[in-house]
């Protein structure tokens, strides 16, 4: 058998491990649904490559996997299994658990494997750190270069309006690139440009309430710090409990936290989050039962689709493609060739085939998933899922192709999907930031293209180097 699915199945894996676990877990929640136990074992299976796989390469495509597993698997079961009575009544799984598995569990199990079908040895993902420190080498300001610029467009976006806007954000994740540059060099870390980046997204993120970015990002860092400094599991093991802490504090008090800050944006930081994590525990305590399993909506986003599964067709028809070409055409087209088009967080959709009534401040999306049934049903939308693993698998084996002209390009990846790659979000969104931010990695390469392109007498310089 070829390496098609390499990545998917990797030959170190242990396999008796893998299955003694499940025949364990099998026994120890015999009361559980078939259903629910083969969901948890996928996402068991997904994380576990994640986890072994980090510290060898950029882990897109086991990221999509493992939040794909988290938010559509593993959120549904808890809920399915008793967490659906400690939350509200609109945040509830609308239909049984076996309407829902039947379409969600192969939409899922499809989706990852259009992202492996072609990935061969994680093609995309791996890094040739020779070729780029060869090239860091040769242009040791293209760092703090990429992140100049990316402080420069993280500033200057607030002046825009929303379209142009969006354009600058994207560029300035570009200081992150430059931070990954840094610390793949043959040089010690520069602690003051790691300070400085990481310190303006979490400065950000507590401005805005928001964390996905700050997390999402973290991954992404400890990855390229687990590839330079190649460590062990267990290693990744104490930092993989330390995130989850961090990751659960978070979703646990950010509601509270985007209360005050709504009422005073003035006290928006680190200091009112401290506040509101004294007076949470000085109640009950942050990690009491109820407040974790109320927790688990942020987890699920089943219960959205089970919404949409609850409306449509019953109460909204299936779109049969109409939505969809609305979604293309806010990806793809520029607003001013369609003035009409959906805007990013555009309630309309979601309140016409999820029948939820969420205001315009309410930040929730279909999904993926969710927008495949409502355009194709069952059968269509489980298809559907299949194709759009492989489109984003397609974009990593482009960059892989041109990897050994542009060695730096694999690290341009996160910027990417560091937006696609979160499941819960809309369709019309991810693409939009799919195809803009290609546009804007692939126009920088050209703009640049002396400064990220490796020479081919450095190839053979390097290349005989190494022999010696």
């Known amino acids: 058998m070829s390496d098609r699915f390499s990545t998917l199945f990797p030959k ?55 939040l794909l597993c988290l938010q559509f698997l593993v959120g549904p079961t808890l809920a399915y299994n008793g967490l659906d009575e400690y ?24 989706f990852i494997i259009g992202l492996h079908l072609r990935a061969g040895n994680a093609k995309g993902e791996m890094l040739d750190l020779d070729e780029i420190r060869t090239v860091i080498s040769n242009n040791r300001m293209v760092a703090p270069i990429l992140i100049g610029v990316g402080f420069f467009a993280s500033i200057v976006s607030n002046y825009f309006s929303s379209d142009l806007a969006f354009v600058f954000y994207l560029i300035g994740s570009f200081k992150f690139i430059g931070l990954f540059i840094i610390v793949l060099s043959e040089k010690r870390v520069n602690y003051l440009a790691l300070i400085l980046v990481v310190g303006s997204i979490v400065f950000s993120s507590l401005g805005s309430g928001m964390f ?42 950010k509601s509270d936290y985007r209360v005050l800050t709504s009422i005073d944006e003035n006290q928006a930081g680190f200091e009112t989050f401290a506040k509101v994590y004294q007076q949470e525990n000085m109640k009950e305590g942050v990690f009491n039962f109820q407040k974790l399993a109320q927790s688990n909506v942020r987890i699920n986003q089943g219960f959205i689709v089970t919404n949409i599964m609850f409306t449509v067709p019953e109460k909204e028809p299936f779109a049969n493609g109409d939505e969809l070409k609305d979604i293309l055409k806010a990806a793809f087209l520029p607003r001013i060739l369609a003035p009409d088009k959906l805007k990013a967080g555009d309630r309309s959709l979601f309140r016409k085939y999820s029948g939820i009534p969420i205001t315009q401040g309410t930040s929730m999306g279909l999904s993926s998933i969710g927008d495949a049934y409502i355009n194709f049903g069952i059968m269509g939308g489980i298809v559907f899922m299949f194709f759009l693993g492989l489109i984003y698998s397609e974009v990593l084996v482009f960059f892989f192709n041109i990897q050994s002209r542009f060695p730096l390009i694999i690290l341009f990846s996160p910027l990417i999907f560091y937006y696609p790659i979160r499941p819960d979000c809309e369709l019309q969104t991810i693409l939009g930031h799919l195809v803009k931010s290609i546009f804007i990695v692939f126009t920088t390469f050209y703009i640049w293209k002396n400064v990220f392109q490796i020479k081919s007498a450095e190839k053979i310089k390097h290349t005989d180097t190494s022999a010696h």
């Open 87 to 110: 939350q509200y009544f609109m945040y509830r799984m609308k239909i049984p658990e076996h309407e829902y598995f039947v379409y969600a569990f192969p939409a899922v199990i499809f």
């Open 12 to 66: 170190s894996y242990n396999w008796l491990l893998f299955i003694c676990f499940s025949i364990v877990l099998r026994i120890i929640l015999i009361d559980l649904s078939w259903f629910c136990f083969f969901a948890l074992i996928v996402s068991i299976f997904q994380f576990s490559l994640l986890f072994l796989q980090f510290g060898k390469l950029i882990p897109t495509r086991h990221l999509f996997g493992a």
């Open 212 to 253: 996905h970015d700050l997390l999402t990002w973290v991954i992404f860092l400890a990855a390229v710090f687990a590839i330079k400094y190649e460590v062990s599991n267990f290693v990744k093991l104490i930092g993989l409990v330390i995130f989850i802490f961090i990751a659960t504090i978070i979703q646990l008090l």
